[in-house]
């Protein structure tokens, strides 16, 4: 959605440049089989690109698969602004492939009454000091988080503390092949202190189960921070925004792993871990 007018021929460079679906499809093929360089790529894609000519109050609607981008340096001494959206029904929310829910994007409130309401509220950090200890709490016990190393979850649990200025008591993790998440529940209920976690994906997958996880640390007044959204279960609206995100992406019934792309290279991997799991067995 541009904010500028670069509808003009002169205004190519500063516009974005894009190729149709099924030339986009043809191409990333054609590189991915011949190997193609990064200038081997812009050649090519360059001879098929075409100027998006637009202007405030219209938008241009394209895909993951559409080939596009600025394609060459911007020679007109102007920038481009305008504002991506994504726009992808609730029937599709597990094929969004790395866009994850919540992490990538945000779902826009259903009502403008609604967002207005949200917007009035107090700053969040003020809800986050209910003088309890902040446990950090990782794991790959989950379709969506098995391949994530609970390293990078660390690194990313020590930055959101970071800058949200709190501080991390200890941390406490889940061997792998516990699906049942018992040092979790310890946490939510047997503990006095709050959760900092990597993802709402890192959730247990039964919705019966995390439902149940969910509201009684929301009942014993325990935070739990999911850094990866930058979401925090404090209040029934939080819970009501998590659910509502689970349910978008049909976390615990997806066809795929969360953040995982339906694509070629997905089904060649699937197959050759299949194949040498067999062997080994």
């Known amino acids: 959605m541009p904010f500028v007018d670069v509808t003009a021929d002169e205004d190519k460079t500063r516009s974005m440049q894009i190729i149709p679906i099924k030339k986009s499809r043809e191409l990333a093929k054609y590189a991915i089989d011949n190997k193609l360089t990064m200038q081997q790529m812009t050649e090519v894609w360059g001879k098929h690109a075409h100027q998006i000519k637009a202007g405030p109050g219209s938008c241009c609607l394209f895909s993951q698969e559409h080939i596009h981008g600025s394609g060459m340096p911007n020679t007109t001494g102007k920038t481009r602004i305008s504002m991506d959206f994504r726009i992808a029904e609730g029937l599709y929310g597990d094929l969004l492939g790395r866009k994850m829910p919540a992490g990538y994007f945000h779902l826009i409130p259903d009502t403008e009454a609604e967002e207005e309401r949200l917007a009035q509220l107090p700053p969040r950090e003020i809800s986050f000091n209910n003088d309890k200890k902040n446990i950090f709490y990782v794991a790959n016990n989950s379709a969506a988080t098995f391949s994530i190393p609970v390293h990078l979850q660390r690194y990313m649990l020590y930055d959101y503390m970071n800058k949200k200025g709190l501080s991390c008591d200890y941390e406490l ?83 795929l792993p969360i953040g995982l792309p339906l694509s070629d290279t997905t089904k060649a991997f699937f197959n050759k871990w299949s194949t040498s799991l067999a062997e080994y067995q």
């Open 173 to 255: 993790f889940d061997l792998e092949d516990m699906l049942h998440c018992p040092t979790l529940w310890h946490l939510i209920e047997d503990r006095s202190a709050n959760t900092v976690m990597y993802s709402i994906f890192a959730l247990p997958e039964v919705e019966t189960e995390r439902n149940r996880l969910l509201e009684t640390a929301l009942r014993r007044g325990n935070i739990i921070h999911f850094v990866n959204e930058d979401l925090q279960l404090v209040n029934q609206d939080d819970l009501k925004t998590i659910k509502q995100y689970l349910e978008f992406s049909k976390y615990g019934r997806s066809r």
